[in-house]
C-alpha cells in the first residue's frame, strides 16, 4: 500500500491481465457480526484484509468475542450466543459505516437487555455522518442511547448500564431515504429480542440502495434467520428467531471494486480481455449490476461462474441517463467514465453520495472539473459532460480525494485520457479502507508507453550518497528504486561464488570478460521490500562488503558487462516510475529521464562518510586508505573507454558535502515538482499533497 501524500500515475495505454478481487466490505462486516453474535464457531474465508473489516475485529475482540485468525484473509470467530462477554468498552471504529450502525444498534438490543454501556466513536469525518434516524429507531425500542457530541450524530454512547426490558409490539419506523445501513442495522439487531414474538419493522419513505438490503437478508438467511420481507416497506422478524452458525462461509470478491476494473477494461484499447475473478453475474452484491451499465455504454463483457472478462466495445462510450439507487457505490465509477462518452450522461437518484465518507456529489463534481469537464449537480442527481476523445480539453490534475477510497480509485481511471497526461492522486493510501492494494494491483493489468514512465536520474561518484538519496525519493514518490551500483556488485558476488577472478589481471583475459558480460545480461535479481535478492537468497548484507564493491568498481569499466546490464537495467522502468542511481543514468541507461541529478561531494567527504558506515558496520578501515581509494575509483571512472563518468549535459549538480539527507531529498522534490504539470494546474497546497 502506498503511504505518499501523492501518487503520480502516467498515462495508461493499454490494460488486460488477470486480477484477483479482495473480499466485499459489505459482506466481511455483516458476516463478521453474525458470527460473534451466533452460537458456535463459524470459519470466516476470503475475509477483506482492510481498515473496514480491521475495526470490526478490533471492536469484536474488545467485547469478549474470541477471534482466530487462521490466514490474513481467514478467522475463525466464537460466537457470544447472544450473550454480553463485557459489561462495558469503548469502540474506536475509523469511518466504517459498516461498523458502526450495526454495531449500535446490536449492542443497543443487547445493553439494554443484559445491562451495559457502551461507546462508539470514529474519525472526525465519521462524526459527521447522520446517524439520527437509527437512534430514533432504537428509542422506540426503549433502547438507551445518548449523544456524545452533536445531536443525530455520532459519537454515541448505548445502554444505561442497568438492564430494561425493550417495547416490540408495535412497529419500528425507521426513514429510508437517508442510508440503508440503518435498516441493515435493525436488520441485524433485532433478531436477538425476537424470541417470544416477532418484531416488525416499518419503513418510512423509498428505500434507497436496496441491494444492500438484500445482501442483509440473503446472510441473515444462511445463519439460520429467515425475514419475512413485503416489498420493501415491511419486514417481519420471525418469533424464535436464533443466529446459528453455518460453520464456514466464503466472502464474495467485492463487486463494487470490480467496476474500476470493468471501466479499465472498456476504457483501454487493448486485443486482451481484463479478467476479473472473484465474482460473477450470479454475485448477492447489487453492485454487480454496475455490469449492465458498462454494458450499456459500450462495454464488451464475458461472464463465468466466478469470473468476468472485459475489454473495450463501442467507442466513444454511449451516453447514459440512469437510476443509480441499485448500484449507489459503483455508480460513481460511472461517473468517471462518463468523461469518454459521446455525450452528457445523468447519474439519478445518488442522494446517499451526500452521507458517505464525503459528499461524494460535491467531491466528484469538483474534481471532475479539475480534468477540465463541464458538471452539473443536484441535490440527488449529477450530470457529466464528456471531454474530448481528440485529447482537447482535458487537463492535468491533482485530484483530491477526500480521505474517500472511492475517489481515489475511480481518480486513477482519468489516466487513460486520450491527451496522454499524467494524473496526481493525493492521499493515494485512503484505499485502505476497502482496497489496500489497489494501485499495486491496477499496475498488473494496465500499461503505459515507457517513454511516459517517469525516471529519475541520479547518478555521481563514488560514496556521494546516491542510493541513500534514491531510496528517499522513492520512498516519497512511491516509485521503484533502481541502485546500478547494486547490479555490478551482486554480478561481482555472482562471479565470486562462481569461483571467478575478478582481480585486474584476470580482467585483460577477454574470455573472462565475455562470461562476465554473460552472467550480467542473464542476472536473476531483484529489489524486494529495501533488499536485495540474488536467485532466492536475500544478499544485501554479502554485497556491502569492500571486497565486493572493489570488485564491482573494476567489472563496471567492462563494455561486456555494461552491454549486459543494459537491457536489465531499463526493464525496471515499471508504473507508476522510478529512481535510478549509478553513474551512467542519465548519459547512457534513460537518456530521455525528464530529471537528471548529478550529485557530488569532495573526496575527502566521501571518504569519511565511508569511514563512518564502516565503524558503525563493525567494520575496521583506515580513513586514509579509503580516500586513496575513493581517488583512484574516480579517476577509473572518469577514463574509462566506455560509459565514463561525466554530468549529463541536462543535469542539475547538487553538491551536498554541507547537506543532510532530507536536505538533499527537499532539494530534488523541488525540482521534481517544477517539472511536473500539477502544480500550475492545481495550486501549490495540492503539489506538495495537502
Known sequence: MYRTAFLDIPPLRRAAGRVRLPGSKSISNRVLLLAALCEGETTIEDLLDS????VMLQALAALGCELQ??????????GLAGRLAVPSARLFLGNAGTAMRPLTAALAVLATRQGGRFELCGVARMHERPIG?????????????????????PPLAVGSGAPAGLHTAAPIRVRGDVSSQFLTALLLALPLAAQTHAIVIEVVGELISKPYVDITLRLLQRFGVAVEREEWTRFVIPAGARYRSPGRIAVEGDASSASYFIAAGALAASDAAVTIEGVGLASIQGDIRFADAAQAMGAHIEAEANRLHVRRGRWPLRTLDLDCNHIPDAAMTLAVMALYADGPSTLRNIGSWRVKETDRIAAMAHELRQLGATVEEGPDWLRVHPLGLDGRGWRAAALRTYDDHRMAMCGSLAAFNPAHLPVRILDPQCVAKTFPDYFETLWTVVEADAADIPVICIDGPTASGKGTLAAALAERLGYHVLDSGAL????????????????EA??????????????AAALPVRFDGGHLWLDDGDVTQAVRAEAVGMAASRISALPAVRTGLLALQRRFRRLPGLVADGRDMGTVVFP?????????????TRARRRHEQLRARGENAMIDSLLADIEARDARDRSRAVAPLAMAEDALPLDNSDQSIEESVQTVLGWWQQRRPFAAASGPDAAQGR
Request: overall charge negative; charged content about 25%.
Open 592 to 604: 530521455d529521464a525528464p530529471l537528471k541529478v548529478f550529485l557530488t561531494a569532495s573526496a575527502a
Open 69 to 78: 485468525p487462521l490466514d490474513p484473509t481467514t478467522v475463525r470467530v466464537r
Open 51 to 54: 481498515d473496514d473489516t480491521r
Open 133 to 153: 434516524d437509527l437512534v430514533d429507531a432504537l428509542r422506540q425500542l426503549g433502547a438507551a442511547v445518548q449523544y456524545l457530541g452533536r445531536e443525530g450524530y
Open 488 to 503: 555490478y556488485r551482486v554480478l561481482a558476488l555472482a562471479a565470486q561464488r562462481a569461483g571467478l577472478a575478478t582481480d
Open 506 to 519: 584476470a580482467l585483460l583475459d577477454p574470455e573472462v570478460a565475455q562470461r562476465l558480460g554473460a552472467m
